[in-house]
Protein backbone atom coordinates (compact mmCIF):
# COMPACT_ATOMS: atom_id res chain seq x y z
CA UNK A 1 0.00 0.00 0.00
CA UNK A 2 2.88 2.83 1.03
CA UNK A 3 4.86 1.53 -1.94
CA UNK A 4 1.62 2.02 -4.31
CA UNK A 5 1.02 5.06 -2.61
CA UNK A 6 4.28 6.58 -2.93
CA UNK A 7 4.93 5.61 -6.89
CA UNK A 8 1.45 7.30 -7.48
CA UNK A 9 2.76 10.69 -5.83
CA UNK A 10 6.32 10.48 -8.03
CA UNK A 11 3.83 9.75 -11.15
CA UNK A 12 1.78 12.88 -10.38
CA UNK A 13 4.68 14.84 -9.62
CA UNK A 14 5.89 13.71 -13.32
CA UNK A 15 2.55 14.75 -14.97
CA UNK A 16 2.40 18.37 -13.76
CA UNK A 17 6.14 18.91 -14.90
CA UNK A 18 4.98 17.58 -18.22
CA UNK A 19 1.78 19.23 -18.36
CA UNK A 20 4.39 22.79 -17.51
CA UNK A 21 6.98 21.97 -20.13
CA UNK A 22 4.31 21.47 -22.89
CA UNK A 23 2.19 24.34 -21.61
CA UNK A 24 4.88 26.55 -21.32
CA UNK A 25 6.40 26.28 -24.77
CA UNK A 26 3.27 26.05 -27.31
CA UNK A 27 2.23 29.09 -25.37
CA UNK A 28 5.08 30.64 -26.66
CA UNK A 29 5.13 29.14 -29.79
CA UNK A 30 1.32 30.72 -30.45
CA UNK A 31 1.77 34.22 -32.78
CA UNK A 32 1.49 37.35 -30.53
CA UNK A 33 2.27 38.51 -27.11
CA UNK A 34 1.11 40.01 -23.66
CA UNK A 35 2.27 43.43 -24.85
CA UNK A 36 0.14 43.82 -28.20
CA UNK A 37 -2.72 46.00 -28.24
CA UNK A 38 -5.13 47.62 -30.58
CA UNK A 39 -2.83 50.40 -30.39
CA UNK A 40 0.52 49.67 -30.69
CA UNK A 41 3.48 50.35 -28.29
CA UNK A 42 6.62 51.71 -29.21
CA UNK A 43 9.57 49.20 -30.10
CA UNK A 44 11.13 50.56 -27.01
CA UNK A 45 8.21 49.71 -25.13
CA UNK A 46 7.74 46.92 -25.57
CA UNK A 47 11.87 45.70 -25.64
CA UNK A 48 11.72 47.61 -21.90
CA UNK A 49 8.55 45.19 -20.83
CA UNK A 50 10.39 42.26 -22.23
CA UNK A 51 13.15 43.03 -20.53
CA UNK A 52 11.64 43.95 -16.86
CA UNK A 53 9.71 40.46 -17.46
CA UNK A 54 12.24 38.36 -17.98
CA UNK A 55 10.96 37.90 -21.91
CA UNK A 56 13.95 38.51 -23.45
CA UNK A 57 15.88 35.54 -22.35
CA UNK A 58 16.19 32.47 -24.25
CA UNK A 59 12.99 29.98 -23.76
CA UNK A 60 14.76 27.77 -21.41
CA UNK A 61 16.14 30.39 -19.32
CA UNK A 62 12.68 31.88 -19.08
CA UNK A 63 11.44 27.91 -18.46
CA UNK A 64 14.07 27.46 -15.55
CA UNK A 65 13.27 30.54 -13.63
CA UNK A 66 10.00 29.91 -13.60
CA UNK A 67 10.20 26.35 -12.40
CA UNK A 68 12.34 28.13 -9.77
CA UNK A 69 9.98 30.36 -8.53
CA UNK A 70 6.95 28.01 -8.91
CA UNK A 71 9.11 25.42 -6.32
CA UNK A 72 9.05 28.33 -3.98
CA UNK A 73 5.02 28.61 -4.08
CA UNK A 74 5.33 32.00 -6.49
CA UNK A 75 3.50 32.06 -9.57
CA UNK A 76 5.00 35.31 -10.38
CA UNK A 77 2.80 38.62 -11.77
CA UNK A 78 0.46 38.92 -14.09
CA UNK A 79 2.12 40.59 -16.96
CA UNK A 80 -1.22 42.53 -17.80
CA UNK A 81 -2.14 44.52 -14.85
CA UNK A 82 1.08 43.43 -12.69
CA UNK A 83 -1.01 41.68 -10.03
CA UNK A 84 0.46 38.66 -8.02
CA UNK A 85 -1.04 35.60 -9.57
CA UNK A 86 -1.51 34.16 -5.88
CA UNK A 87 -3.62 37.16 -5.09
CA UNK A 88 -5.59 37.01 -8.70
CA UNK A 89 -6.28 32.96 -7.38
CA UNK A 90 -7.01 33.37 -4.17
CA UNK A 91 -9.66 35.76 -4.65
CA UNK A 92 -11.41 33.71 -7.45
CA UNK A 93 -10.87 30.04 -6.85
CA UNK A 94 -13.57 30.29 -3.70
CA UNK A 95 -16.06 31.30 -6.22
CA UNK A 96 -15.43 28.42 -8.67
CA UNK A 97 -14.80 25.86 -5.61
CA UNK A 98 -18.44 27.26 -3.93
CA UNK A 99 -20.03 26.85 -7.61
CA UNK A 100 -18.42 23.22 -8.71
CA UNK A 101 -19.02 21.57 -4.97
CA UNK A 102 -22.69 22.76 -5.15
CA UNK A 103 -22.70 21.50 -8.76
CA UNK A 104 -20.93 18.03 -8.51
CA UNK A 105 -22.66 17.08 -5.29
CA UNK A 106 -25.83 17.28 -7.09
CA UNK A 107 -24.83 15.43 -9.73
CA UNK A 108 -23.46 12.48 -7.80
CA UNK A 109 -26.18 12.14 -5.82
CA UNK A 110 -28.63 12.15 -8.08
CA UNK A 111 -27.30 10.85 -10.85
CA UNK A 112 -26.11 7.74 -8.44
CA UNK A 113 -30.06 7.44 -6.86
CA UNK A 114 -31.92 8.21 -10.60
CA UNK A 115 -29.62 5.68 -12.31
CA UNK A 116 -30.16 2.64 -9.46
CA UNK A 117 -33.95 3.61 -9.98
CA UNK A 118 -33.13 3.26 -13.24
CA UNK A 119 -31.60 -0.25 -13.06
CA UNK A 120 -33.89 -1.87 -10.55
CA UNK A 121 -37.22 -0.45 -12.65
CA UNK A 122 -35.70 -1.46 -15.51
CA UNK A 123 -38.20 -1.32 -18.94
CA UNK A 124 -40.71 0.39 -16.85
CA UNK A 125 -41.79 4.23 -17.26
CA UNK A 126 -39.45 5.37 -14.52
CA UNK A 127 -36.90 4.09 -16.82
CA UNK A 128 -38.03 5.14 -19.84
CA UNK A 129 -37.83 8.38 -18.43
CA UNK A 130 -35.19 8.60 -16.43
CA UNK A 131 -33.01 7.47 -20.06
CA UNK A 132 -34.56 9.92 -21.66
CA UNK A 133 -33.45 12.86 -19.87
CA UNK A 134 -29.97 11.64 -18.95
CA UNK A 135 -30.01 11.31 -22.95
CA UNK A 136 -31.29 14.73 -23.47
CA UNK A 137 -28.83 16.41 -20.87
CA UNK A 138 -25.93 14.26 -22.45
CA UNK A 139 -26.30 15.66 -25.96
CA UNK A 140 -27.16 19.49 -24.55
CA UNK A 141 -23.96 21.37 -24.48
CA UNK A 142 -23.53 22.98 -21.06
CA UNK A 143 -22.77 26.56 -22.80
CA UNK A 144 -26.65 25.89 -24.97
CA UNK A 145 -28.37 25.07 -21.55
CA UNK A 146 -26.57 28.21 -19.75
CA UNK A 147 -27.40 30.44 -23.12
CA UNK A 148 -31.38 28.68 -22.03
CA UNK A 149 -31.59 29.17 -18.43
CA UNK A 150 -30.03 32.91 -18.97
CA UNK A 151 -32.77 33.58 -21.51
CA UNK A 152 -35.48 32.35 -19.50
CA UNK A 153 -35.02 33.17 -16.11
CA UNK A 154 -33.06 36.08 -15.85
CA UNK A 155 -34.29 38.17 -19.42
CA UNK A 156 -37.34 36.41 -20.21
CA UNK A 157 -39.01 35.74 -16.41
CA UNK A 158 -36.32 37.92 -14.54
CA UNK A 159 -36.56 35.88 -11.86
CA UNK A 160 -32.67 35.80 -11.12
CA UNK A 161 -30.16 38.21 -11.95
CA UNK A 162 -27.62 37.05 -14.04
CA UNK A 163 -25.45 37.06 -11.10
CA UNK A 164 -23.91 38.25 -7.97
CA UNK A 165 -22.30 36.41 -5.43
CA UNK A 166 -25.68 35.48 -2.79
CA UNK A 167 -27.05 31.37 -2.49
CA UNK A 168 -29.95 31.97 -4.72
CA UNK A 169 -28.03 33.51 -7.84
CA UNK A 170 -26.25 30.68 -7.96
CA UNK A 171 -29.00 28.17 -8.75
CA UNK A 172 -28.55 28.60 -12.55
CA UNK A 173 -24.51 28.09 -12.60
CA UNK A 174 -25.22 24.85 -10.98
CA UNK A 175 -27.52 23.85 -12.71
CA UNK A 176 -25.62 24.57 -15.71
CA UNK A 177 -22.59 22.98 -14.08
CA UNK A 178 -24.65 19.91 -12.60
CA UNK A 179 -26.72 18.50 -16.02
CA UNK A 180 -24.25 16.59 -17.94
CA UNK A 181 -22.18 15.19 -14.81
CA UNK A 182 -25.44 13.89 -13.55
CA UNK A 183 -26.75 12.34 -16.59
CA UNK A 184 -23.39 11.02 -17.25
CA UNK A 185 -23.44 9.63 -13.33
CA UNK A 186 -26.83 8.11 -14.40
CA UNK A 187 -26.22 6.31 -17.34
CA UNK A 188 -22.90 4.78 -15.54
CA UNK A 189 -24.98 4.08 -12.02
CA UNK A 190 -27.57 2.36 -14.24
CA UNK A 191 -25.09 0.28 -16.17
CA UNK A 192 -23.23 -0.75 -13.36
CA UNK A 193 -26.13 -1.43 -10.85
CA UNK A 194 -27.43 -3.70 -13.85
CA UNK A 195 -24.13 -5.57 -13.53
CA UNK A 196 -23.74 -6.10 -9.82
CA UNK A 197 -27.80 -7.08 -9.39
CA UNK A 198 -26.69 -10.09 -12.02
CA UNK A 199 -23.65 -11.37 -10.00
CA UNK A 200 -23.75 -14.91 -8.19
CA UNK A 201 -23.80 -13.21 -4.70
CA UNK A 202 -27.05 -11.34 -5.54
CA UNK A 203 -28.48 -14.46 -6.88
CA UNK A 204 -27.02 -16.01 -3.53
CA UNK A 205 -28.20 -13.08 -1.09
CA UNK A 206 -32.01 -13.49 -2.73
CA UNK A 207 -32.27 -16.78 -2.44
CA UNK A 208 -31.45 -16.92 1.17
CA UNK A 209 -34.27 -14.25 1.55
CA UNK A 210 -32.68 -11.30 2.09
CA UNK A 211 -34.84 -8.05 1.98
CA UNK A 212 -34.82 -6.23 -1.21
CA UNK A 213 -33.48 -2.81 -0.28
CA UNK A 214 -30.52 -4.68 2.04
CA UNK A 215 -29.32 -6.84 -1.75
CA UNK A 216 -29.57 -3.05 -2.90
CA UNK A 217 -27.94 -0.72 -0.64
CA UNK A 218 -25.72 -2.93 0.99
CA UNK A 219 -24.39 -5.29 -1.55
CA UNK A 220 -24.90 -4.52 -5.35
CA UNK A 221 -25.11 -0.31 -4.57
CA UNK A 222 -21.48 -0.61 -3.07
CA UNK A 223 -19.91 -2.49 -6.00
CA UNK A 224 -21.62 -0.30 -8.73
CA UNK A 225 -19.53 2.63 -7.14
CA UNK A 226 -16.59 1.90 -8.79
CA UNK A 227 -17.10 3.35 -12.52
CA UNK A 228 -18.43 6.64 -10.51
CA UNK A 229 -15.44 6.78 -8.65
CA UNK A 230 -13.10 6.51 -11.45
CA UNK A 231 -15.31 9.65 -13.35
CA UNK A 232 -15.70 12.00 -10.22
CA UNK A 233 -12.01 12.21 -9.46
CA UNK A 234 -11.14 14.16 -12.70
CA UNK A 235 -14.65 15.83 -12.89
CA UNK A 236 -14.30 17.14 -9.71
CA UNK A 237 -11.38 18.91 -10.18
CA UNK A 238 -12.54 20.48 -13.75
CA UNK A 239 -15.67 21.59 -11.88
CA UNK A 240 -14.63 23.30 -8.66
CA UNK A 241 -11.66 24.93 -11.08
CA UNK A 242 -14.94 26.13 -12.54
CA UNK A 243 -16.47 25.36 -16.27
CA UNK A 244 -15.22 28.04 -18.21
CA UNK A 245 -17.76 28.96 -20.66
CA UNK A 246 -20.31 28.60 -17.99
CA UNK A 247 -18.37 31.34 -15.71
CA UNK A 248 -18.11 33.87 -19.10
CA UNK A 249 -21.86 32.84 -19.91
CA UNK A 250 -22.86 33.85 -16.17
CA UNK A 251 -19.65 36.22 -15.87
CA UNK A 252 -18.86 34.41 -12.78
CA UNK A 253 -15.82 36.58 -11.36
CA UNK A 254 -14.37 32.30 -11.03
CA UNK A 255 -10.80 31.20 -11.99
CA UNK A 256 -12.50 29.67 -15.17
CA UNK A 257 -13.22 33.45 -16.03
CA UNK A 258 -9.83 34.45 -15.55
CA UNK A 259 -8.42 31.54 -17.27
CA UNK A 260 -10.59 32.67 -20.59
CA UNK A 261 -9.32 36.47 -20.53
CA UNK A 262 -5.75 35.54 -19.54
CA UNK A 263 -5.78 33.62 -22.94
CA UNK A 264 -7.62 36.69 -24.72
CA UNK A 265 -4.98 38.92 -22.91
CA UNK A 266 -2.26 36.22 -24.28
CA UNK A 267 -1.25 36.52 -20.41
CA UNK A 268 2.07 34.11 -19.87
CA UNK A 269 2.09 33.76 -16.23
CA UNK A 270 -1.68 34.03 -15.92
CA UNK A 271 -2.22 31.18 -18.32
CA UNK A 272 0.43 28.89 -16.71
CA UNK A 273 -0.55 29.49 -13.17
CA UNK A 274 -4.52 28.67 -14.22
CA UNK A 275 -3.16 25.29 -16.16
CA UNK A 276 -1.03 23.98 -13.37
CA UNK A 277 -3.63 24.87 -11.17
CA UNK A 278 -6.15 22.45 -13.00
CA UNK A 279 -4.08 20.08 -13.62
CA UNK A 280 -2.60 19.42 -9.97
CA UNK A 281 -6.09 19.19 -9.14
CA UNK A 282 -7.02 16.70 -11.29
CA UNK A 283 -3.76 14.79 -10.66
CA UNK A 284 -4.48 14.75 -6.78
CA UNK A 285 -8.45 14.30 -7.39
CA UNK A 286 -7.17 10.84 -9.56
CA UNK A 287 -4.96 10.00 -6.57
CA UNK A 288 -7.46 10.07 -4.20
CA UNK A 289 -10.28 8.44 -5.95
CA UNK A 290 -7.33 5.73 -6.42
CA UNK A 291 -7.42 5.23 -2.88
CA UNK A 292 -11.07 5.04 -2.12
CA UNK A 293 -11.18 2.25 -4.42
CA UNK A 294 -10.17 -0.40 -1.42
CA UNK A 295 -12.78 1.48 0.92
CA UNK A 296 -15.59 0.76 -1.75
CA UNK A 297 -14.56 -2.75 -2.76
CA UNK A 298 -11.96 -4.25 0.29
CA UNK A 299 -11.09 -7.12 -2.41
CA UNK A 300 -9.21 -4.49 -4.35
CA UNK A 301 -5.38 -5.12 -3.70
CA UNK A 302 -2.53 -2.31 -4.49
CA UNK A 303 0.15 -3.43 -6.23
Not at 152 to 171: D, N
Request: proline share 4%; hydrophobic share 50%; with cysteine.
Amino acid sequence: MVRYVIKRILLAIATVFIICLITFFVMHAVPGGPFNREKALSQATVDALNERYGLNKPLWTQFMNYMKGLLKGDFGVSLKNGREINEIIGESFPISAKLGLMAITIALVCGTILGSLAAIMRNRLPDRIIVFLSTLFTAVPSFVLATLLLLVFSIKLGWIPVWSATETHYLLPVIALAAYPMAYTTRLAKTSMLDALGQDYVRTARSKGVAKWRIIFKHALRNSLIPIITYAGPQIAYIITGSMVVETVFTVGGIGTKFVSAINNRDYTLIMATTIFLATLMVVANVICDLLYKLVDPRIKYE
